[in-house]
């Protein structure tokens, strides 16, 4: 009965591969994000979606690609893997826009030999 | 631009000590702030959270937090640690009013228990 489900948990890829990474939330949520960890613990949001639609976009490289197929699910594809995108993605989600509390997936840990 | 500053990256207690674990914040609207909690190798999970009416927040696991508008400060207290709170803290701050929340997330502060 996980609430927010990621997979896979780990990634080893090499440079150039294209790699996705999968989200499921089964708590009937709105919004779904996707966050990035790097090695210093920084956690910085890149993309955020509403009822499949998207909201909030960083300046986050084109070789980073979202996609909501539903409202339960929110995919992150990234083309040609650098070995500055190894860091934690962290998928969330919440109820709806606004004041409401994220929900965190465990996380999915990449590393880019 | 919203941002959050934490001082401190590391901070070290022994068992049954206070926890205080500083954040201060920059926001040119009224703040949404966070503290999220997160234990090796796992996701974050909400402790706390402040959006209006009372400045004093408590939260999950014996923590609470009070939002000071003069100090722009979000201090997160607990009054006796436990060893069990051993794990990565990040304040967080949103701007809840734009009708999407982005968190813009501090730089972490790690909280080391000893017995």
């Known amino acids: 009965d996980t609430a927010v489900s990621q997979t896979p948990k780990y990634l080893v890829t090499q440079m150039g591969n294209d790699k996705s990474i999968k989200c499921e939330q089964n708590?009937?949520?709105?919004?779904m994000y996707w966050y990035k960890q790097d090695s210093k613990k920084f956690l910085k949001i890149m993309f955020s979606?509403?009822?499949?639609?998207?909201?909030i976009n960083e300046t986050v490289p084109n070789r980073f690609s979202p996609k909501s197929p539903d409202k339960a699910h929110l995919n992150l594809h990234i083309n040609s893997l650098e070995l500055g995108d190894s860091a934690v993605y962290f998928c969330?989600?919440?109820?709806?826009?606004?004041?409401?509390?994220?929900?965190f997936g465990p996380g999915t840990r990449l590393l880019v030999l | 631009a919203q941002s959050v500053t934490q001082l401190g990256s590391h901070v070290s207690v022994s068992e049954g000590a206070l926890v205080l674990l500083r954040c201060n914040y920059s926001?040119?609207?009224?703040?949404?702030l966070f503290w999220y909690v997160q234990y090796p190798n796992q996701g974050l999970q909400l402790l706390l959270k402040?959006?209006?009416?009372?400045?004093l927040v408590k939260g999950i696991n014996g923590f609470e937090a009070e939002f000071k508008k003069s100090e722009t400060s979000f201090h997160l207290t607990k009054p006796s640690a436990h060893m069990s709170d051993a794990a990565e803290y990040f304040c967080?701050?949103?701007?809840?009013?734009?009708?999407?929340?982005?968190?813009?997330f501090g730089t972490g502060t790690r909280l080391l228990v000893s017995p």
């Open positions: 969330a989600s919440s109820q709806k826009a606004g004041e409401e509390t994220q929900y």
């Open positions: 708590l009937g949520h709105d919004t």
């Open positions: 979606y509403n009822n499949k639609e998207l909201i």
């Open positions: 926001s040119s609207v009224p703040p949404y």
């Open positions: 402040y959006t209006t009416g009372a400045t």
């Open positions: 967080a701050v949103s701007d809840g009013r734009t009708g999407f929340q982005k968190l813009v």
